[in-house]
């Protein structure tokens, strides 16, 4: 061997010693991150800290993170995270100055999150911290987002069936068949919720949002429990909002990049039955039977006329506008070789 080959050989051998830093990397990787959205919910978190430490502990050979997102609590939620955090550095916390809503705390709880895995849940002990293995399982089986499914659920009346009605609507107009869109308890693939842009009241929305950015979308039966402690923060009466936020995502969803043809579509469809209606009086008054005065049928044919126009128009506003954003747009890549 010359010596140029010797001491090419002992650079390899150096090589080999020195620690691989992916391998390293994988070693210190979070595997799962938990984030947890909680307003005034200071009775239940230790005994969901304890929960959470049990099932994380063993399932990530202690490569877990907790994150609580306060969302503005006014009560002793923040110094119960704080006690958690002195035990175990593993929990964190990050506190809002005001209450923004559950989708701002998700949203934030997500940016921060490093895990391989996110799982949300709610922090009032309803949903079951032991499920989490069972998500995780099938994010392995190849899905992006896993929901839990309440199907055994431990809510007043009144909210489990304005519940049903909500997903049976969401379902049929999303055209994702799950049966529990708003479930706290989900698990994700870490570059879902990255690319997950949650704001306003859209956390009733996420599989649908996640489902529209071309990710695989399921959900798993789990166990739910009654709420131990405090109230409810969400009643039946946020029922009107949660349809127009729907409205809200098939928009920005199925029709960012077309609005022409939403608004076009119904507008074509209403200012041809206008036309229909009109010509059907014009054929009339040319026949002689009546004068065009006396038919009130004249003015729904020229109103849905007028009506048909106004919504083409605001779909040509809309392409205008997209036209003008189309170098924005963030395509979801799988992968690149
Ligand atoms: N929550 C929040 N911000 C709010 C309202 C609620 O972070 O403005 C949290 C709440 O503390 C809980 C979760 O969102 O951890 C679900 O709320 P809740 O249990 O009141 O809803 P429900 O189970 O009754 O639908
Ligand atoms: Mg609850």
Redesign the pocket.
Known sequence: MNEKQNSKAQNTQKASQKPNPSTQKASNEIIISVV??????EDSILELGGKLEKVLAPLTKNRYEVIFVD?GSTDGSRAKIRELHNRNSKFHCISFRR?Y??SA?LQVGFKEARGRFVVTM???L?DDPEEIPNLIKKLNEGYDLVSGWKKKRY?PFIKVWSSKLFNLVTSWVSGIRLHDFNC?LKAYKNVVVKRLNVYGEMHRYLPVLAHWDGFKVTEIPIKHHP?KYGK???GAGRFIKGFLDLLTVMITTRYMQRPLHFFGTIGTLITFLGFIVNLYLIIEWFLGKTYLSNRPLLLFGITLIIFGAQLISIGLLGEMNIKSLAEKVNYNIKDKF
Not at 36 to 41: A, F, M, R, S
């Open positions: 947890v959205p909680l307003y005034n919910e969302d209450n809503g559950k705390a709610d922090a009032d309803q809510d706290g709420r409810s923060k969400f």
